[in-house]
């Protein structure tokens, strides 16, 4: 794990809350919904497979949404999401484990959970089809792979770099999403994906991670190899359904019928 000095001071803020969260009961997935599949439906019925976010607010935004969440993956689904992030991380990004909770049992969709998971018990607080684990911020990713697996989550890695992407491929991590944020700085960098993309194996389903805001940067990580697209504050700063359409929405580049994004 990398100093934590190195991190911007929200970011160090969330994991000393992180924790110190509490851990739960343990909690196993029924039946777990595939992303991959997900994301090939999506592919193959001619939307841009995009996981949608769930965010009510960030260290980077400005306001809150304070809608049910609910009501927001439906518009999300609505829209053409081929899945959906929940956050459940409360103190900066105005989440919960009940909204998650609610999401995943009002919709069909794939459904991950996005928190900063330091320790196996916190798997432990509530079921989801997928899991994020953060890659810079776990000292044993191997391990708590397993540990989600062994729980019937499926484990998103999140890396940032082509060191991390390594870490995450030896650790077993057949999802990988890089984030273009640098959590050192937030900011962000579309640039990241396309630098790390290339050396990714090609049985690892790829996932573009943060700062994808228009058609344009959908169809530039798609391009770079993106199999699929994690997109929030994009979608969260209007009406949900028409932006998660509009993004999902893809560009005449590619359908293959030419033109430019
Ligand atoms: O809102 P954006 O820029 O579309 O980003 C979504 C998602 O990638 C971002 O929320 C995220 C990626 N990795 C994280 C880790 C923790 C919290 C949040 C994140």
Known sequence: MEQETELAPPVRSILETARDRPGGDRVAVAERRSLPAALAEAAAEGRVPVIAEVKPTSPTTDGERREDPVELAEAMVEGGAAALSVLTEPTHFG??????????????????????L??????????????????????????????ARDRGFEPLVEVHSEDELETAIGAGAELVGVNNRDLAGLDVDLETFETV????????????????SSRADVARMRAAGADGLLIGSAIMAGDVEDRTRELTTPTASETGTGGTA
Do not use: Y
């Not at 909204?99 to 049992?105: D, F, I, M």
């Not at 607080?125 to 953060?134: F, P, R, T």
């Open 95 to 116: 989440g919960s484990p009940d909204a998650l909770e609610r999401v995943r049992a009002a919709v069909s969709v794939p459904v991950l959970r996005k928190d900063f």
């Open 118 to 147: 330091l320790e196996e018990s916190h798997l432990d607080v509530v079921e989801a089809d997928l899991v994020l684990l953060i890659a810079r911020f776990l000292e044993d990713v191997e391990g708590m792979v397993e540990a």
């Open 197 to 212: 993309a290339p050396h990714a194996p090609e049985d690892v389903t790829l996932i573009a991670e943060s700062g994808i």
